[in-house]
């Protein structure tokens, strides 16, 4: 298996997300070994079924480059120790059948899960709900490492920009480790 795609999905659509500057970490770790895109979903409608068939543009978008993917990283921060509304809307719109004869295209899928944030618990309180969610839609989660950044204005510059510290070698860990796994649960 060679030349496999990585799409990251970020729980944060802020232009300055630390989550989103922590998955572009990511795909430098992954580069030469795996290629790498960030998934951009702000244009996905709040779900609803009277506008579900046919789905909408930009649905049809993300499942498109979805099914492409051999595996999908999570990258999602905290909010009241949840994971944000934006991304559990996104994983919805997923979550459903493509048409009668098409499944949901997240099944056997493998997942990574990372996350920085600002308080204590750097995003895992967030995570334990995603990975229940990502496994009930039968995805193929990486429990271990998952990675947890607590703290974030301890890996931040002056101008509050992402500068990994301790959370750098962690991150490499979880890329390599990732793309082992992948390649163990590669769907047929
Ligand atoms: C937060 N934040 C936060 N942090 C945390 O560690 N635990 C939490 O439960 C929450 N809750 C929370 C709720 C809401 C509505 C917001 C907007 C923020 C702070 C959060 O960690 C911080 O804003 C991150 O920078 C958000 O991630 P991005 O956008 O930088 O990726």
């Given at each position: 298996?060679?030349?496999?795609?990585?799409?990251?999905?970020?729980?944060?659509?802020?232009?300055?997300?630390?989550?989103?500057?922590?998955?572009?970490?990511?795909?430098?770790?992954?580069?030469?070994?795996?290629?790498?895109?960030?998934?951009?979903?702000?244009?996905?409608p709040?779900?609803?079924?009277?506008?579900?068939?046919?789905?909408?543009?930009a649905?049809?978008r993300?499942?498109?480059?979805?099914?492409?993917?051999?595996?999908?990283?999570?990258?999602?921060?905290?909010?009241?120790?949840?994971?944000?509304?934006?991304?559990?809307?996104?994983?919805?719109?997923?979550?459903?059948?493509?048409s009668?004869?098409?499944?949901?295209?997240?099944?056997?899928?493998?997942?990574?899960?990372?996350?920085?944030?600002?308080?204590?618990?750097?995003?895992?309180?967030?995570?334990?709900?995603?990975?229940?969610?990502?496994?009930?839609?039968?995805?193929?989660?990486?429990?271990?490492?998952?990675?947890?950044?607590?703290?974030?204005?301890?890996?931040?510059?002056?101008?509050?920009?992402?500068?990994?510290?301790?959370?750098?070698?962690?991150?490499?860990?979880?890329?390599?480790?990732?793309?082992?796994?992948?390649?163990?649960?590669?769907?047929?």
């Amino acid at each position: 298996m060679q030349n496999f795609k990585i799409v990251a999905i970020t729980g944060s659509l802020r232009q300055d997300s630390l989550n989103r500057q922590l998955a572009i970490e990511a795909g430098k770790a992954l580069k030469g070994q795996a290629d790498f895109e960030l998934l951009d979903y702000s244009d996905v409608p709040l779900f609803n079924q009277d506008i579900e068939y046919p789905a909408p543009q930009a649905v049809k978008r993300i499942r498109a480059l979805v099914k492409t993917a051999a595996g999908l990283w999570f990258f999602s921060p905290e909010y009241n120790h949840y994971f944000p509304g934006v991304l559990k809307n996104l994983i919805d719109w997923l979550s459903r059948p493509v048409s009668d004869t098409e499944p949901q295209v997240l099944d056997g899928k493998p997942a990574a899960i990372s996350g920085i944030s600002l308080g204590m618990s750097g995003a895992g309180l967030a995570q334990d709900h995603l990975v229940t969610l990502l496994s009930f839609l039968n995805m193929k989660v990486m429990n271990k490492p998952r990675l947890t950044i607590p703290n974030a204005m301890q890996q931040t510059d002056a101008s509050g920009r992402l500068a990994l510290s301790t959370g750098a070698p962690l991150l490499e860990k979880q890329a390599q480790d990732f793309l082992q796994f992948v390649k163990q649960n590669a769907q047929a």
